[in-house]
């Protein structure tokens, strides 16, 4: 097969992220630019299986994921401003995190402190005692909590391909149903192959691929001491006599911030549904989205991976092994779902909820260390950059973290190519 055209920059994964920075490069520059996706759109997985909420970054500690916060801060408008222009959904409906005692509460004390430092307005968020709460929502029970009066709930996926159209406009190709299997020449020009035989030439390679990242970045010969882990989050669906039990986004504090284990959720969706979740049940790749073991030949490599990889010492963490047992129980029962939001919704039952929601798949990152990495993972190769471990509120943040992104090429000379300008959604030097 001939090798097809070559590109000055190919980003692999149409995700939100590798969406995002396609627009940004095709409004900034006059290059030729691909997006190539093994799926038959954009947006399929993770970009589209998730809660939807535009966050605000009160809960993120500053000192640690300062980018991931910022990031978040500056998307929250450029979101809204992007779904103006478009006609897309946006409705703000607030979040309210609850803590349960006074040791959360204390946890609720920091928060109020991130939120100013991560650039919220101090007017945007209240703490405020249980009995307050209640007054806002008679269906929470808690001792204190956090109401955030700025979340929004979106569509990602809706977004993603309206990002696709805007990117499209500028001239980037997106090649779909090209499902990454090979990589040559990696220090000049790299070759890639795909499953359906075809070939592409290209300088600079971005990895984007979610969930699929590090298996990528492997195979340009980096981030080979890494190793990662799948974890679904599942979800319940109230009935409609029930959606409007509260009207707000309820979150409660972790218990375990260390381990990717979510404290459970009450969500309003965009399309007004409500949902519980969710847990997180370990599974064998980012696309399992029901059952357990999936395609056995990724099931199979997978295991191998936890066998010989860093992973192998995080599963002789007793404390995280006793954890994984509950959340295969949650992903069991019903009833156990349900009784972890009881404990700030005394009310509801599980006969509240007869439908199973979406399911999204994370995958964090393990390091030689056995433990899970707190932040996203930038490499750079000669002719390659890679983000891994790009996780919640990575939604969000797209917006602004994918400029970081082009920011960041920039200043490491991969784009010394002949600046364009065009009527862009967003300004990238106000970044």
């Not at 109020?112 to 405020?128: R, Y």
């Not at 995080?314 to 092994?321: D, K, P, T």
């Amino acid at each position: 097969m001939a090798v097809l055209e070559k590109f000055d920059v190919t980003i692999i994964g149409g995700g939100l992220l590798g969406t995002t920075i396609s627009y940004w490069l095709s409004s900034l520059y006059d290059i030729k630019i691909a997006v190539v996706e093994k799926e038959s759109d954009v947006g399929m997985h993770t970009s589209s299986r998730n809660t939807g909420v535009v966050h605000s970054p009160f809960y993120l500690n500053p000192d640690k994921k300062a980018k991931l916060a910022k990031a978040a801060f500056l998307s929250h408008d450029m979101w809204k401003t992007f779904a103006e222009k478009r006609g897309l959904p946006w409705n703000v409906v607030g979040t309210i995190e609850v803590a349960l005692d006074d040791i959360q509460h204390k946890i609720l004390e920091k928060y109020m402190a991130w939120g100013p430092k991560n650039g919220m307005s101090e007017k945007d968020m209240t703490l405020l005692d249980g009995d307050e709460i209640a007054k806002k929502e008679p269906n929470i029970q808690c001792h204190s909590a956090i109401h955030c009066k700025t979340d929004a709930v979106v569509d990602y996926g809706k977004y993603t391909k309206s990002l696709k159209e805007e990117s499209q406009k500028n001239g980037t190709k997106f090649l779909l149903d090209h499902k990454l299997e090979s990589v040559e020449n990696l220090d000049d020009c790299p070759v890639l192959g795909f499953s359906n035989k075809e070939k592409l030439n290209t300088k600079l390679v971005i990895n984007c691929a979610g969930g699929y990242s590090l298996d990528v970045a492997k195979k340009f010969g980096l981030a080979t001491e890494y190793s990662s882990l799948h974890f679904r989050g599942e979800y319940w669906i109230a009935r409609e006599q029930y959606t409007n039990l509260v009207k707000t986004n309820v979150y409660s504090v972790p218990k375990y911030p260390d381990f990717p284990f979510l404290d459970p959720h009450w969500i309003i969706r965009s399309d007004g549904k409500s949902e519980v979740g969710p847990n997180a049940v370990p599974v064998a790749s980012p696309e399992t989205y029901s059952g357990y073991v999936g395609d056995i030949e990724t099931f199979i490599s997978k295991l191998a991976d936890v066998v010989t990889g860093s992973t192998r010492k995080l599963l002789l963490n007793a404390e995280f092994m006793n954890l994984i047992a509950k959340e295969w129980l949650s992903s069991l029962s019903k009833v156990v779902m349900i009784e972890r939001v009881q404990k700030f919704m005394p009310k509801i039952k599980p006969d509240f909820f007869s439908e199973r929601g979406t399911a999204g798949i994370r995958t964090p990152i393990i390091t030689p260390q056995g433990q899970f990495l707190p932040d996203v993972l930038e490499l750079e190769g000669k002719t390659s950059y890679h983000i891994l471990n790009y996780n919640s509120p990575g939604a969000t943040g797209a917006p602004a973290y994918s400029a970081y992104v082009v920011k960041a090429l920039q200043e490491k000379g991969f784009l010394q190519y002949k600046t364009r300008k065009t009527d862009s959604i967003w300004n990238f030097d106000l970044l």
